[in-house]
Nanobody, 125 residues
Framework: QVQLVESGGGLVQAGASLRLSCAASGRTFSGNAMAWFRQTPGKEREFVAS????????YYVDSVKGRFTISRDNAKNTVYLQMNSLKPEDTAVYYC??????????????????WGQGTQVTVSS
């Protein structure tokens, strides 16, 4: 059974940093694209960042470019999201996603088969 487990969320003040982790189990995603999405109540799930199977290519939504960094450690089957200079508008539940067939350029959440349970990030002003 495939599981993705996120951790690292929390409540921080604007300008602070957080590092989210997503550990996969049940199968390896080495060589497969992985991504982070976020969602706030009443809104659709939003693409945040993605990374190619061996980490050579990364993609970001414009609103986080220069502040967030996605990375991965295939030996640990884990993907990370380093979030710096956090803003109140970054407040959301953050989800990790993976799939065996999507390209890292995919930003549509419907194309990802595996999802974590989400971790809450709250940024106060």
């Amino acid at each position: 059974q495939v599981q993705l487990v996120e951790s690292g969320g929390g409540l921080v003040q604007a300008g602070a940093s957080l590092r989210l982790s997503c550990a996969a189990s049940g199968r390896t995603f080495s060589g497969n694209a992985m991504a982070w999405f976020r969602q706030t109540p009443g809104k659709e799930r939003e693409f945040v960042a993605s990374i190619s199977g061996y980490g050579s290519r990364t993609y970001y939504v414009d609103s986080v470019k220069g502040r967030f960094t996605i990375s991965r450690d295939n030996a640990k089957n884990t993907v990370y999201l380093q979030m710096n200079s956090l803003k109140p508008e970054d407040t959301a539940v953050y989800y990790c996603a993976a799939d065996r067939t999507v390209a890292a350029t995919t930003q549509n959440p419907k194309n990802y088969r595996y999802w974590g349970q989400g971790t809450q990030v709250t940024v106060s002003s």
